[in-house]
């Protein structure tokens, strides 16, 4: 099929590579991998430069989710670093307040923040250098100062906006730290976050535990109460990560593994078990043909993002509190049902959704020379969480208890010491038993769908991975929070016959700007011929509507 030019932000290296919605952190990463580090120290550092530089999407207030790949044990292994609600958490105290949702921003919708608690455990197994080497970049970042880009300015004004709308006096800290000079940033002004600096340097020196166990966690015990969360000193010493299982399906013979519960990993492989029962779009040179297959498919997913959503807001949620029908939601049968309620000549109306729309999060990815590989995403969620920030930590606080529900019978509701539903899911694709493909997305309810949308590319179109995840893109979401996700967001490089197409089959159909970043940014490393450690080689590319390049050596 002949496909339209695209940037391509792709790298090959024979040693190693990184990925991730920033150059400062990719060279980051890279400079572990190059001093000797493992996959999962290059992670890390990664991860801590991306605190600083994108700390609108993610941070140390945040949660993550693992998949990583042991060369050594050939195992993959996940590991669950979100947070859970405050031991005396109760949705019926808050309905007797008067509350029918969980607030989208304060101290009632934060969760404990459990990234820097995974840090250290996935260290604590699969790294080789000390923590201080693997904080250095971020630290030295967080102090020295990083040029502002577009996407850090435009994040600041527009919640900024909100905050003082929202938050109005409980919002100071935030402006404290990000909006000092009560202007807008200026492009390439140089922005320092002295405070978040002086907090890695404690975690370097004392121990990941430092926010949990030490001076760090009492003071962020202070500071949460007087936002008016619940959680306290004993829900951050309380804090464990979990190992776990990952979950996998295969699409037309390739291994596509996930994270389980309470991670969105299902979703995609949900969405992936649907369209697999279809045919893949037909090569064909340009014209009617080509359009016709391509609004096809279009259609289809965007159909069948609709029917897995809808499972994601009935059954996901803490797998401690409620066990998701897996078994029935990955079966390959159960997806040729769900598919049979497609209506191929026009879409259907969804049901409402069950939470709220939107997110913001940021993917990495790690391959390191031995073949230990990961996928991990990481996020405050909506664009710097909860709005709530301690000028004196520097830390943000991520607003994932926003997800919970306060309807005792539905299975994510609120409750004492829980993990919420997460849109997060990092992913693998595996070939012949080993990685192919380290890949992942941001984006909140778009993850999936852009997981989807790219793998297909790969599978069904045999393109080149700098195409596929730079390749036009669609998803289908509410147009506000617990509206039925029934607006298709879709970016104007598809051209106006298929946008019109997909009008005329009853999609609400909203283009875009070309290269959207609220499209979702989509990134990976793809292992050629076994990649360094059998004599092979890699391939990085990063998404063009993010701030990323890809690094390899």
Same mark, same amino acid.
């Given at each position: 099929?002949?496909?339209?030019?695209?940037?391509?932000?792709?790298?090959?290296?024979?040693?190693?590579?990184?990925?991730?919605?920033?150059?400062? @952190?990719?060279?980051?990463?890279?400079?572990?991998?190059?001093?000797?580090?493992?996959?999962?120290?290059?992670?890390?550092?990664?991860?801590?430069?991306?605190?600083?530089?994108?700390?609108?999407?993610?941070?140390?207030?945040?949660?993550?989710?693992?998949?990583?790949?042991?060369?050594?044990?050939?195992?993959?292994?996940?590991?669950?670093?979100?947070? $859970?609600?405050? $031991?005396?958490?109760?949705?019926?105290?808050? $309905?007797?307040?008067?509350?029918?949702?969980?607030?989208?921003?304060?101290?009632?919708?934060?969760?404990?923040?459990? =990234?820097?608690?995974?840090?250290?455990?996935?260290?604590?197994?699969?790294?080789?250098?000390?923590?201080?080497?693997?904080?250095?970049?971020?630290?030295?970042?967080?102090?020295?100062?990083?040029?502002?880009?577009?996407?850090?300015?435009?994040?600041?004004?527009?919640?900024?906006?909100?905050?003082?709308?929202?938050?109005?006096?409980?919002?100071?800290?935030?402006?404290?730290?990000?909006?000092?000079?009560?202007?807008?940033?200026?492009?390439?002004?140089?922005?320092?976050?002295?405070?978040?600096?002086?907090?890695?340097?404690?975690?370097?020196?004392?121990?990941?535990?430092?926010?949990?166990?030490?001076?760090?966690?009492?003071?962020?015990?202070?500071?949460?109460?007087?936002?008016?969360?619940?959680?306290?000193?004993?829900?951050?010493?309380?804090?464990?990560?979990?190992?776990?299982?990952?979950?996998?399906?295969?699409?037309?013979?390739?291994?596509?593994?996930?994270?389980?519960?309470?991670?969105?990993?299902?979703?995609?492989?949900?969405?992936?078990?649907?369209?697999?029962?279809?045919?893949?779009?037909?090569?064909?040179?340009?014209?009617?043909?080509?359009?016709?297959?391509?609004?096809?498919?279009?259609?289809?997913?965007?159909?069948?993002?609709?029917?897995?959503?809808?499972?994601?807001?009935?059954?996901?949620?803490?797998?401690?509190?409620?066990?998701?029908?897996?078994?029935?939601?990955?079966?390959?049968?159960?997806?040729?049902?769900?598919?049979?309620?497609?209506?191929?000549?026009?879409?259907?109306?969804?049901?409402?959704?069950?939470?709220?729309?939107?997110?913001?999060?940021?993917?990495?990815?790690?391959?390191?020379?031995?073949?230990?590989?990961?996928?991990?995403?990481?996020?405050?969620?909506?664009?710097?969480?909860?709005?709530?920030?301690?000028?004196?930590?520097?830390?943000?606080?991520?607003?994932?208890?926003?997800?919970?529900?306060?309807?005792?019978?539905?299975?994510?509701?609120?409750?004492?010491?829980?993990?919420?539903?997460?849109?997060?899911?990092?992913?693998?694709?595996?070939?012949?038993?080993?990685?192919?493909?380290?890949?992942?997305?941001?984006?909140?309810?778009?993850?999936?769908?852009?997981?989807?949308?790219?793998?297909?590319?790969?599978?069904?179109?045999?393109?080149?991975?700098?195409? =596929?995840?730079?390749?036009?893109?669609?998803?289908?979401?509410?147009?506000?929070?617990?509206?039925?996700?029934?607006?298709?967001?879709?970016?104007?490089?598809?051209?106006?016959?298929?946008?019109?197409?997909?009008?005329?089959?009853?999609?609400?159909?909203?283009?875009?700007?070309?290269?959207?970043?609220?499209?979702?940014?989509?990134?990976?490393?793809?292992?050629?011929?076994?990649?360094?450690?059998?004599?092979?080689?890699?391939?990085?590319?990063?998404?063009?509507?993010?701030?990323?390049?890809? @690094?390899?050596?």
């Amino acid at each position: 099929m002949s496909r339209p030019l695209v940037p391509a932000f792709l790298a090959r290296g024979a040693h190693g590579a990184v990925v991730a919605p920033h150059h400062l @952190a990719s060279a980051a990463g890279l400079g572990i991998l190059r001093a000797g580090g493992s996959a999962v120290d290059a992670a890390i550092a990664t991860n801590a430069v991306l605190a600083v530089v994108d700390s609108q999407a993610c941070g140390i207030g945040g949660d993550a989710f693992w998949l990583i790949w042991d060369a050594a044990g050939r195992r993959q292994l996940g590991l669950n670093g979100s947070g $859970r609600s405050a $031991r005396t958490a109760s949705a019926a105290a808050l $309905r007797a307040r008067g509350l029918r949702t969980m607030p989208a921003r304060g101290g009632l919708s934060i969760t404990v923040p459990g =990234a820097v608690r995974s840090w250290g455990d996935a260290h604590d197994r699969f790294g080789r250098l000390p923590r201080a080497t693997l904080l250095a970049p971020a630290i030295e970042i967080a102090r020295d100062g990083f040029p502002a880009d577009d996407a850090f300015c435009h994040a600041i004004e527009v919640n900024g906006l909100l905050f003082e709308r929202e938050l109005g006096a409980r919002g100071a800290g935030w402006t404290a730290v990000y909006r000092s000079a009560r202007r807008p940033w200026h492009l390439g002004e140089r922005v320092r976050l002295p405070a978040l600096a002086a907090t890695l340097e404690r975690i370097a020196a004392n121990g990941w535990a430092e926010p949990y166990e030490g001076a760090t966690a009492d003071r962020q015990a202070t500071v949460l109460a007087a936002s008016g969360s619940a959680i306290g000193l004993e829900d951050l010493r309380s804090h464990r990560s979990t190992w776990t299982e990952p979950i996998a399906t295969t699409y037309r013979g390739v291994r596509v593994t996930g994270h389980p519960p309470n991670s969105s990993g299902f979703v995609a492989l949900e969405l992936l078990n649907i369209l697999e029962t279809f045919d893949p779009p037909a090569a064909a040179e340009p014209g009617p043909a080509a359009l016709s297959e391509r609004l096809r498919w279009a259609h289809l997913g965007i159909e069948a993002s609709k029917l897995a959503m809808a499972d994601r807001d009935a059954h996901l949620t803490d797998p401690e509190h409620y066990r998701a029908p897996l078994e029935r939601l990955l079966d390959k049968a159960y997806a040729r049902d769900l598919a049979r309620m497609i209506d191929p000549s026009r879409a259907a109306q969804p049901p409402a959704a069950g939470v709220p729309r939107g997110g913001g999060t940021v993917w990495l990815g790690v391959v390191d020379g031995d073949g230990n590989a990961v996928s991990l995403i990481q996020s405050n969620y909506a664009g710097f969480g909860s709005g709530i920030v301690d000028p004196q930590t520097g830390i943000a606080y991520q607003n994932r208890g926003s997800y919970f529900g306060l309807d005792e019978d539905h299975p994510n509701v609120l409750a004492p010491a829980k993990r919420t539903l997460h849109t997060l899911m990092p992913g693998m694709l595996f070939r012949a038993g080993r990685p192919w493909l380290i890949l992942g997305s941001m984006g909140g309810d778009a993850q999936p769908q852009v997981h989807a949308q790219v793998v297909s590319a790969l599978v069904d179109g045999g393109v080149d991975v700098a195409s =596929a995840v730079a390749d036009p893109r669609w998803f289908v979401e509410p147009d506000e929070h617990f509206a039925p996700p029934d607006t298709v967001r879709i970016e104007p490089r598809f051209g106006p016959e298929l946008l019109g197409g997909l009008t005329a089959l009853g999609h609400e159909v909203t283009p875009t700007e070309p290269f959207d970043g609220a499209l979702g940014h989509c990134h990976a490393i793809e292992i050629i011929a076994g990649g360094p450690a059998r004599g092979g080689s890699l391939a990085a590319a990063t998404d063009p509507r993010s701030q990323g390049l890809p @690094a390899t050596w």
